[in-house]
């Protein structure tokens, strides 16, 4: 399994960004997926994850302001960033772990990429 995220990049406070993680090894509509996100020198987040069946899920940090979304032929998961905060900033990646609103303890078959950064300046 093999994911990859990109998209990230620097955005002033209130603008928009999308980011995508594209699967190989791995299809998004067959599983639960998710984004999570580890700003610096903080803990892993939880921000948005899509069931199977495609219910979704998110923090309430991000609600209403994040989506996410995926493309089953593309096998390509997506989070749009809407009116994005300084505190957004931090490494995004993506997962075949269902969202966790609550503690989380790794399997051996979880699967995450690599990340990709996302910074909102004031």
């Known amino acids: 399994v093999q994911l990859v995220e990109s998209g990230g990049g620097l955005v002033q406070a209130g603008k928009s960004l999308t980011l995508s993680c594209s699967a190989s090894?791995?299809?998004?509509?067959?599983?639960?997926s998710s984004w999570a996100r580890q700003g610096r020198g903080k803990g892993l987040e939880w921000v948005a994850g899509i069931s199977k069946d495609g219910n979704k899920e998110y923090a309430d940090s991000v609600k209403g302001r994040f989506t996410i979304s995926r493309d089953n032929a593309k096998n390509t998961m997506y989070l749009q960033m809407n009116s994005l905060k300084p505190e957004d900033s931090a490494e995004y990646l993506c997962?075949?772990?269902?969202?966790?609103?609550?503690?989380?303890?790794?399997?051996?078959?979880?699967?995450w990429g690599k990340g990709t950064l996302v910074t909102v300046s004031s």
């Open positions: 090894g791995f299809t998004f509509s067959t599983s639960a």
């Open positions: 997962s075949n772990v269902p969202f966790h609103s609550g503690k989380y303890v790794p399997t051996k078959d979880d699967e």
